[in-house]
């Protein structure tokens, strides 16, 4: 059996906009992942800085935060085999024009700043953003 993990994933401001949230959950249920925690809110400037502190010097930063803070999300923390790699893969590549058809960025975005999803790239920044957006008695461990 491959190991359990957890990933933290995120429906962007544009696919809750667009009413992607449940096509997003559907497609972690029917994979065989488990939604062990979610909410919906609009996260603060401060923890998105944070959440996006390793592209703090990069030029779009600025255009990231706003983005990201500019409307309701829907944050989860997603449990199963290898789940990180799992939902990377689900997700497509950043820029959606090199993303394939079957892929969340594939089917449901073009612009590479305003790319529907967000899921964590390994296991320390899984265990980041988690720690950052759900405390841990919300994660019931
Ligand atoms: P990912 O979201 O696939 O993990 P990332 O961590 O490299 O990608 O970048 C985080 C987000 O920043 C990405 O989802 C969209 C935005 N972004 C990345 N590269 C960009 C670029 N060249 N121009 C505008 N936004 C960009
Ligand atoms: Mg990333």
């Known amino acids: 059996m491959s190991k359990s993990e957890r990933s933290f ?16 959950i559907s497609r972690i249920e029917r994979r065989g ?11 603060q400037v401060a923890v998105a800085e944070d959440h ?10 600025g255009e990231l935060v ?10 989860m923390a997603v449990e199963g085999p290898n789940a ?9 590549p950043t820029n959606p024009a090199e993303a394939p058809p ?13 790319n529907v999803i967000h899921g964590s790239d ?4 899984a265990a980041r953003e988690l720690a950052l957006h759900f405390g841990l008695a919300e994660l019931g461990t």
């Open 66 to 75: 706003e983005f990201i803070t500019s409307g309701p999300v829907v944050m």
């Open 9 to 24: 994933v995120m429906v962007k401001p544009d696919g809750v906009a667009a009413g992607l949230s449940g096509e997003v």
């Open 52 to 61: 996006y502190s390793e592209h703090s010097e990069r030029p779009f930063f």
């Open 102 to 114: 079957g892929t969340i960025r594939g089917d449901f975005a073009l612009d590479v700043g305003q």
């Open 84 to 92: 990180i790699a799992a939902l990377r893969t689900m997700m497509g």
């Open 33 to 43: 992942l488990e939604v062990i925690a979610i909410k919906k809110a609009t996260m």
């Open 122 to 125: 390994g296991p320390e920044s």
